[in-house]
């Protein structure tokens, strides 16, 4: 091959390769959850950011009893868990309280968050669908 073509040849491979580079740098390589594709509860530490919001579903291990805040708004909160982790459900009754029970399966939207060293969820509890 002669240097003329060898020269053509690098410019156009370097050329698709930065063109290569910007499309994937455009393009996230993270799952994302959704109402029909909600994470795990071991999901949630792997693949979520704190403050990013998220549907997970879990088990619940253990219902709490419910929180009132210094400013008098009220809360429910319970543990959901998979077969490895565990994760705090801490909501607001604002737009209504939830019926849940330990053993019942759920799907939750709210957002990932860690609160006095302890993570969770935090939403509203009328978010809260009981399968």
């Not at 253990?62 to 210094?70: A, G, I, N």
């Not at 543990?79 to 604002?94: A, H, P, Q, R």
């Not at 759920?106 to 860690?114: H, L, Q, V």
Request: net charge negative.
């Amino acid at each position: 091959m002669n240097p003329r073509r060898q020269w053509v040849a690098v410019v156009t491979l370097i050329l698709i390769l930065n063109l290569l580079a910007v499309y994937l740098s455009n393009t996230s390589g993270s799952i994302v959850s959704s109402e029909s594709r909600p994470f795990t509860v071991s999901e949630v530490f792997d693949n979520v950011l704190l403050d990013e919001d998220v549907f997970v579903k879990g088990k619940v291990t253990e219902v709490l009893e419910d929180h009132t805040s210094k400013k008098g708004f009220v809360y429910q909160q319970f543990i959901i868990s998979d077969v490895s982790e565990s994760l705090k459900v801490f909501c607001s009754i604002k737009y209504g309280k939830t019926d849940v029970s330990e053993g019942d399966e759920i799907i939750f939207d709210g957002e990932f968050k860690k609160y006095y060293n302890q993570y969770e969820i935090y939403g509203f509890c009328s978010e809260i669908k009981i399968l």
